[in-house]
């Protein structure tokens, strides 16, 4: 490169605020070398290493700004990516100086104030992230650009209309989770609601919110009325809060009441109502409101939970670790026994009895990479779940977590992959005729037990998917083999995850269509994880893991488990075979 580009690109840094990185060995980045001879961290230059084509800086705690006069300086960049860092600072509007930039990827930075206009400038842009950023202001129109095909710019502070854009030509669009409002275009097309969702005042079909005739001038009335009902909701919620404490205070013995329904349960002796001083566990209370129908808490033997009774964990202090979409999770930590964890099921349009019979049939197959469940319990109103606490976490919080899966490397993550895989291919072998599948499977639901083995969590929980009332139903029947295939997919997803150390948003099609366009355009080293390649993992080896992902997710003809299952088992075989045979 020119020794002008060189000094830009040095200046560019320092802003970029690189901290220690600067002390990395062949971090490069200053003027006496060059980024193309001298290899510079995150740089690629064309096939005669001339010029730098390529500029991807992720991951790396970088916390200063972002100098695109500098940068712009490179007249060839077609792809800047700082993904992942600290990065503060407004947008300048010397972006537009990129004339030849195709990718720009700003997510998960500070950036705060609004998109300058002149991002609309740049004439050969395909991809603009710009999602999960503290970014402000009104979106310019972007319907100019006729080459952009992603936009997502989900997660930040953005104000005003839906912009215009040439939705039939876009891929992918999220602008969800921000304060947008209005009418959302007619020719957004394809995109559904979750490009929408979490802008409280905008409407639309896609997000069943009817807007009203004449949208100028009834637009503060239905703000009105959204913030009214919002108003009326959260005073019916105090409400309800208010009447609970109260019913509290008033029955001074729930624990009584709970137990009196407890017919099959393991627990005898001891009044649960006497000398109950602790904090009385929060998903007691719907028991207890759900009175006059008759439950069961069914305890498997375990040596975790010897002895285990109901009374205890109703007893016993619980926080409240998560609420998801299909319920809440509480840590409990009963008298002298191991933290356990309940998840309590909301809204399961299941039986008692095909719920007992579901569970039994689940606690039945064991498998070392699968977490045991060690009691259930239903009433009609509700079903728990007892599992062993992990405090390890989750393969999420692993790889998005604060550690950011940098010491996470390829032969760990290879070898996950194949564990669950083994795993979910015995359980579906082993579940195929009752017709339950996992139903939920994602890197939350991925624990680390004590030994750091990666274990299966809420196997067959979650009914996202109908169930079945007939016992005589065909296993085969479309809908069964659907949800089957849909843990495939599923898990595919998890493995784009492993692979690209990005979270998943909607169901990971977004990062799919990503992957795919990326390979594409043959840039396939971009997709993977940072980590990975400062590790040196071998790219081949990637390459095919991740077209293993691709054809989980490949809707027309997904493979099954067990062939998903054998083709990572050979390719661990062949990573850990290279590496006995290189260098020691
Ligand atoms: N046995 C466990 N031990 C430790 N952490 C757990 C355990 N089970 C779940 N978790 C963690 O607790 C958090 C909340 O879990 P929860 O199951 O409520 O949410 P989710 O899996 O994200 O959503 P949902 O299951 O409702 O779709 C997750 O981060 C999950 O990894």
Known sequence: EDQSVIQALVVFMDKLGPGSMQTTPGWGWNTSSDPCTSKWVGVTCDKNNVSVKKIVLEKLNLTGNLDFESVCKVSNLLVLSVSFNNITGNLQQEVANCKRLTHLYLSGNRFSGGLPDSITDLPNVKRIVVSNNGFTGQLPDFSRLTSLLTFFAQNNQFTGPVPRFNYRQLEGFSVANNDLSGPIPDDTGRFDANSFVGNPQLCGKELAVQCPVKPSKKKSKLRDVLLYSGYAVLAGIVVVLIAII??????????????????????????????NSRTRSEFSTTSVESGGVSSSMVVLSSPVVNGLKFEDLLRAPAELIGRGKHGSLYKVRPDNG???????????????????????????????NVLPVLAYYSSKQEKLLVYEFQQNGSLFRLLHGSQNGQIFGWGSRLSLASSIAGALTFMHHELQADSIPHGNFKSTNILFNNNMEPCLSEYGLMSTYNHDPNPDHDPTNVQTTNTFESDVHAFGVVLLELLTGKPVQDNGSGLAKWVTSVVKEEWTVEVFDKALIVEGASEERMVVLLQVALKCMNNSTPPAMAEVAAMISSLKEEDERSMTSSDP
């Open 246 to 275: 109260a019913c509290k205070k008033t029955k001074k013995r729930p624990g009584v009441k709970i137990r009196s329904h407890v017919k099959n349960g393991s627990d005898s002796g001891r009044s649960s109502g006497s000398k």
């Open 338 to 368: 191991v933290p356990v964890v309940v998840k309590r099921i909301k809204d399961w349009k299941i039986s008692r009895d095909e719920f007992k019979k579901r569970l039994q049939k689940i606690v039945e197959v064991k498998h070392p």
